[in-house]
Nanobody, 122 residues
């Protein structure tokens, strides 16, 4: 599987903005879907947003209109711009890669990043 390295996140006041980014290691890979999930304390991990290599986004209802996902297929990076943040957005945000094809190897297992903390204070 590819390794996913996240950056960004941190602490912000309600109404503020943050950006998290993720880069997949390994050259010669193409990734069908990249996206973000989050997990708040005591809750299950949930989808935030995903984006296909063809440019089709999918957002959770709770973030639609506030978050924007983007990716660079050539660099295998994905970013999530989070605006109008709310305390309920507080969670560990995980990068996800699904449908990874490695030239010369074939299909690889789907991958998760290690997570980055986003905390929104009220």
């Amino acid at each position: 599987q590819v390794q996913l390295v996240e950056s960004g996140g941190g602490l912000v006041q309600a109404g503020g903005s943050l950006r998290v980014s993720c880069e997949a290691s390994g050259s010669g890979c193409s990734i069908q879907v990249m996206g973000w999930f989050r997990q708040a304390p005591g809750k299950q991990r949930e989808l935030v947003a995903t984006l296909t290599s063809g440019g089709s986004p999918n957002y959770a209802d709770s973030v639609t209109g506030r978050f924007a996902i983007s990716r660079d297929n050539a660099k295998n990076t994905v970013s999530l711009q989070m605006n109008s943040l709310k305390p309920e957005d507080t969670a560990v945000y995980y990068c996800r890669a699904v449908g990874v094809w490695s030239a010369g190897v074939g299909w690889l297992d789907d991958s998760w990043g290690q997570g980055t903390q986003v905390t929104v204070s009220s």
